[in-house]
């Protein structure tokens, strides 16, 4: 039955009807399947789970200190003491605060950066370092509606989703080598080169998410040189500046080495590993232009396509990175911190291949410690982790990725000796 309005003395009143056919209400969505499992946030359901006193789970990408708790730096909370009690909840602009936003670009493109002062830049707050992604998959669709996008393998399993969802075709390019556990620097190389002029590649400025595996200097400027050759555009996803090496200049190279052989480029930042701000969404997209005009109008085309995405994006976290990054002393903080996590999790990385060394195992764990930033690609195979997972009690995705933030004093012994044993 479906309803008609009569209208009778004035008086509306609904007038049932039969329509033939008419859907049932409770059949709009019986055709929704559950959607598959995140593999990333299913093994910290499995890992909460587990009643046993001795699970370990090196499968969460957040940091954690030596005690294996989270951590919140000092520098957050005192620009969160001086945020309190001052702040009204106005929106912010669609583009976000532009002191944070100003602040992050000096970040990665340089302190006295001449694209800066030039107003080259145009660059708008985001969503962390996924929404910085997505903003610019829309604009890519939007605006080279015929392109496609080369994505590394692997990768981080949410940039598929995101150029899917942004219904951008996606070409992958080689990137990691499984024998060497390291950079396949040949087939990167040739990738770029037989791909055609004026390609999209997604890079991953550091700390290359899930492998660790990072091109060294000398071979960031041959692929610099690669793309001028053959006029292909770089968006690069910095997730980690500062957190890898615990220098956000050292972190940042790869950027600086294609700003100075002319490039222009996209580039994706995100405040949730380096700032622990997981939870607060802080980051920035930015595309740089060919001049000031040109920016101008990029600007407002992120804005418009971040309108129905969100509107506006939020302004607490955004205060905290201001707070930071403008006042000297606790920028000065917040770089001793950042180092010291990421010194932890180098320290972490030797004590770990020096305990599989110790009992003795066939293998070569030098990519334990070649490798940088949060995470470590072990090399161990789907079946040998569900083995550390159902005798051992240690969790970890099925390609044998580690988070390093979760490996401690306390429990480094017990996962290199059930990794000696999966793998002998």
Not at 213 to 235: A, L, M
Not at 323 to 336: N, Q, Y
């Amino acid at each position: 039955m479906a309803f008609r309005t009569a209208i009778s003395n004035n008086v509306i009143s609904p007038v049932r009807t039969s329509v033939a056919g008419a859907r049932s209400i409770s059949s709009w969505w019986q055709h929704v399947d559950p959607a598959p499992k995140d593999p990333i946030l299913g093994v910290t359901e499995a890992f909460l789970a587990d009643p046993s006193p001795d699970k370990v789970n090196v499968g969460v990408g957040a940091y954690r200190d030596d005690n294996g708790k989270p951590v919140v730096l000092d520098c957050v909370r005192e620009a969160e003491r001086r945020i309190a009690g001052n702040l009204n909840m106005e929106y912010l602009p669609m583009g976000g605060s532009m002191k944070m936003v100003e602040e992050t670009l000096k970040l990665a493109y340089g302190e006295n950066s001449e694209f800066i002062k030039d107003k080259r830049i145009a660059a708008v707050q985001s969503l962390s370092g996924t929404g910085a992604c997505r903003i610019f998959a829309d604009f890519q669709k939007r605006f080279h509606p015929d392109s496609q996008i080369y994505i590394p393998i692997p990768t981080w399993s949410n940039h598929h989703n995101i150029w899917r969802d942004a219904q951008v075709p996606e070409r992958t390019f080689h990137y990691y080598h499984p024998e060497s556990k390291g950079l396949d620097f040949a087939g990167l190389m040739d990738d770029i080169k037989n791909a055609p002029n004026g390609s999209f590649f997604l890079l991953h400025a550091c700390a290359h998410n899930p492998t660790g595996v990072d091109p060294t200097e000398e071979q960031w400027r041959e692929i610099s040189y690669q793309f001028k050759v053959k006029g292909h555009f770089p968006f690069f996803d910095m997730a980690y500046q500062g957190f890898a090496s615990g220098d956000p200049e050292r972190d940042a190279k790869s950027i600086r080495i294609f700003l100075e052989d002319g490039h222009l480029l996209g580039l994706a930042q995100s405040y949730a590993k380096n700032m622990g701000l997981y939870g607060q969404r802080v980051g920035c997209l930015s595309l740089l232009c060919d001049d000031e005009k040109q920016a101008v109008a990029v600007k407002s085309q992120l804005q418009q396509l971040a309108r129905p995405m969100y509107s506006n994006p939020p302004v607490h976290g955004a205060l905290v990175v201001s707070i930071i990054l403008d006042d000297p002393d606790l920028k000065k903080l917040w770089l001793k911190e950042v180092k010291g996590m990421a010194d932890r999790i180098i320290g972490m990385r030797t004590a770990l291949r020096e305990n599989l060394e110790k009992l003795g195992s066939p293998l070569s764990w030098e990519h334990i410690t070649n490798q940088i930033g949060m995470f470590c690609y072990s090399g161990m195979t789907p079946e040998q982790v569900d083995r550390l997972t159902n005798e051992y009690h240690i969790y970890m995705t099925r390609n044998g990725r580690i988070s390093m933030a979760g490996v401690t004093t306390g429990n480094v012994g017990y996962l290199a000796n059930a990794i000696h044993e999966v793998t002998k």
